[in-house]
């Protein structure tokens, strides 16, 4: 493998990149891919995003409409199910989702089917880079010998094999795919310098380099573990100030005045999203292995695990209190997305809230602009068209789960018989003899 020919081949923009998974990570990355001059392949199993693609209609909230449909017109962007394609790719990116099986163990299926499907067809010289999250080891233990079988070549010599925790933040209007700093670690230093040289044409954030996959994966969990363990924390002192009769928003917002040593997390009805609540797993699952107990961790996913149940007990109080049995209570739930203004609910704690409330015996309805209709194992639901008064007086409990900006919380207030507000989004409402917040 010619390291001055691929570099080469980055400058001049001669590199065909391809994305395997076309979902919140892999079409961001392939569309910055595609703007930085690279003529990039995405490949999926799905063929309505497919379809979607070729036809230049964006489905992902962290990418412009404009952009996508440009870059099909140019031809610089295609996306396909055959993945004999990949043929034509020199750099192939890894974005599937990485989620638990109903054990809560890691479910690695996807990362090594995508392995399957593309070591057949590898050219010499293409570089490979997983990006989904998982445990420490998975690239060189898992995907390194399905693609070293499947092709017939060596990790080394045949083709570079690297891993790159994605960063995809959905909703965040600071970091995108394209200014968010990137890690990366290989199997080789010849693969690292390739592999961060082709990130480094393509993303504004900078590459850090590290000393292999196994570090650039440890890594990955270590940030979302830090978020799940804070919050956990956070979320255990709300129920102690809840027993207390203290304001635990009031307590975190005087600790943050402080400008060192602490960083603000905040209590919620749980955790959500396609990382935060499941890469812990990843972590004490891996441990185990090595007859370690990630305890401190296990005792975050524990108090995590436990808020929606603990919502749906503070609901049933203020029923109580208002002589209104929790069977039979109409619910009104504000937001069924995992955080504000997107229309993400993958793993959203509202969800389980539900489940919650309706093992009670309430009847619950739900309100979300950003989602308009959800499944969640059995259940469908679909949002009511609009939050009028009527609506909002209608229900015996209002309870805020997600807190959308485009929601008049005000206009809430005035109509609430009662409001359980799990994210303090009315904050800023001044009357409050009706609102709680958790």
């Not at 890469?279 to 996913?301: N, V």
């Not at 049995?325 to 937001?335: D, E, F, I, Q």
């Amino acid at each position: 493998m010619d390291n001055n020919e691929i570099g080469q081949r980055i400058v001049s923009r001669a590199l065909v990149c391809g994305t395997v998974g076309l979902g919140y990570v892999g079409l961001p990355l392939a569309v910055e891919k595609a703007k930085a001059g690279f003529k990039t392949v995405g490949f999926d199993v799905q063929a309505d995003k497919v379809a979607m693609v070729n036809r230049g209609e964006n489905y992902i909230g962290d990418v412009v409409q404009e952009d996508l449909a440009a870059l099909v017109e140019a031809g610089m962007l295609e996306a396909t199910c055959d993945f004999s394609r990949v043929v034509e790719c020199d750099f192939v990116a890894i974005c599937v989702p990485t989620p638990l099986d109903s054990h809560q163990m890691p479910d690695t299926s996807y990362m090594e089917a995508s392995a399957r499907e593309i070591a057949p067809y590898l050219k010499e010289g293409a570089m490979v880079v997983l990006e989904s999250t998982t445990y420490p080891g998975t690239t060189e233990e898992l995907i390194l010998p399905i693609l070293e079988k499947g092709s017939g070549m060596r990790c080394g010599e045949g083709f570079y094999l690297g891993f790159s925790p994605e960063r995809v933040d959905p909703g965040n209007l600071l970091y995108k795919t394209k200014n968010t700093p990137k890690v990366v670690g290989a199997v080789g230093e010849d693969a690292l310098e390739c592999i961060a040289a082709v990130y480094e044409a393509v993303l504004e954030g900078g590459v850090t380099r590290v000393s292999s996959p196994a570090v650039a994966e440890m890594e990955k969990i270590l940030e979302n573990t830090y978020r799940n363990v804070n919050i956990g924390l956070v979320n255990e002192l709300c129920m102690l100030c809840d027993r207390m009769g203290i304001d635990v928003w009031e307590v975190i917002d005087a600790a943050k005045t402080k400008p060192y040593g602490f960083t603000a997390f905040y209590p919620g009805p749980g955790l959500g999203g396609h990382c935060i609540p499941l890469d812990p797993y990843y972590l004490s699952w891996k441990a185990r292995e090595y007859g370690f107990h990630t305890s401190m961790i296990e005792a975050s996913m524990t108090v995590n695990d436990s808020m929606p149940e603990w919502v749906a007990s503070r609901a049933a109080r203020i029923l109580n209190r208002a002589g209104k049995a929790m069977w039979g209570a109409k619910v009104l739930v504000l937001g069924v997305a995992y955080k504000q203004d997107i229309d993400d609910y993958r793993e959203s704690p509202a969800l389980r809230v539900i489940e919650r409330l309706e093992e009670r015996g309430a009847e619950v309805f739900y309100y979300d602009p950003w989602v308009p209709r959800y499944r969640y194992k059995e259940d469908a639901k679909e949002s009511i068209p609009d939050l009028s008064a009527e609506a909002i007086a209608s229900a015996d409990l209002v309870l805020v789960a997600c807190a959308h900006t485009d929601v008049d919380y005000a206009f809430v207030q005035e109509y609430a018989k009662a409001v359980l507000d799990t994210k303090n989004a009315m904050k800023a409402v001044s009357s409050r003899e009706n609102v709680e917040v958790l």
